[in-house]
């Protein structure tokens, strides 16, 4: 068949490292049909709970963009583009922030960067420093002075969703009761917090703001320990 032939003169026209790449994705794939292998490709896994059930937004109703991935399991929307959280009916906030940078631009408004490769965009290598995670409340985003008391609030996953591949990293939480984005410590199996039952752990700068938090935990159907 002629697309079969010329899928095959275009794989044979790639680097090698880059064909060795694709047969080990292909080898590697749970996929079961060719849309879900491209799911995998383009998507990739949901940044929130790990599942493959991944697809873009091109065809979901008040989204209707193809740069934004969706997952089919817990409802995490983000961005392709940059790795960001984008809340539906919205856009991502890279898109402000290209507007703003100085950097000189096409007829299109677009640089010679693409979003994932700007530094001042891209969340894809880490969402947030692991020192300034320390220092920054959870709940309010406030920043947290130093040599003041810093206060934690630990949950355990609700059920069905794996966290085991972030151990020791920082993820971002999406809340679906409230337009709120949380920062949550993912603890190694050998931490105290882990040993203490906690799945994530949040850094808070008051009592105030971890009431607050377990209030919406727990509206979230998360187990507070």
């Not at 790795?83 to 940078?101: A, D, L, Q």
């Not at 410590?185 to 039952?197: E, R």
């Amino acid at each position: 068949m002629k697309g079969e032939d010329d899928f095959t003169d275009l794989f044979k026209s790639l680097p090698k490292d880059l064909q060795d790449e694709l047969k080990k994705a292909v080898q590697e794939s749970g996929a079961t049909t060719a849309e879900e292998f491209l799911s995998e490709i383009f998507i990739g896994e949901c940044p929130q709970c790990g599942s493959t059930n991944t697809k873009d937004c091109e065809d979901v109703p008040d989204i209707h963009d193809i740069c934004i991935g969706l997952c089919k399991d817990c409802g995490y929307t983000w961005c392709l583009d940059c790795g960001r959280t984008v809340t539906k009916g919205s856009i991502c906030e890279h898109h402000h922030i290209c507007m703003k940078c100085r950097k000189k631009k096409d007829k299109f408004g677009d640089c010679d960067m693409l979003p994932w490769q700007c530094k001042k965009i891209s969340t894809f290598k880490t969402l947030e420093g692991e020192d300034a995670i320390f220092h920054t409340c959870a709940w309010c985003t406030k920043r947290i002075a130093q040599d003041t008391e810093v206060f934690s609030l630990g949950a355990k996953a609700r059920k069905g969703i794996s966290l085991r591949r972030y151990r020791g990293s920082i993820i971002r939480l999406q809340l679906r009761h409230e337009d709120k984005v949380l920062a949550a410590i993912i603890p190694t199996p050998d931490s105290p917090a882990k040993k203490a039952g906690n799945d994530l752990l949040f850094v808070l700068c008051s009592e105030h703001c971890a009431k607050e938090l377990r209030r919406a935990l727990v509206k979230e159907k998360f187990t507070v320990v």
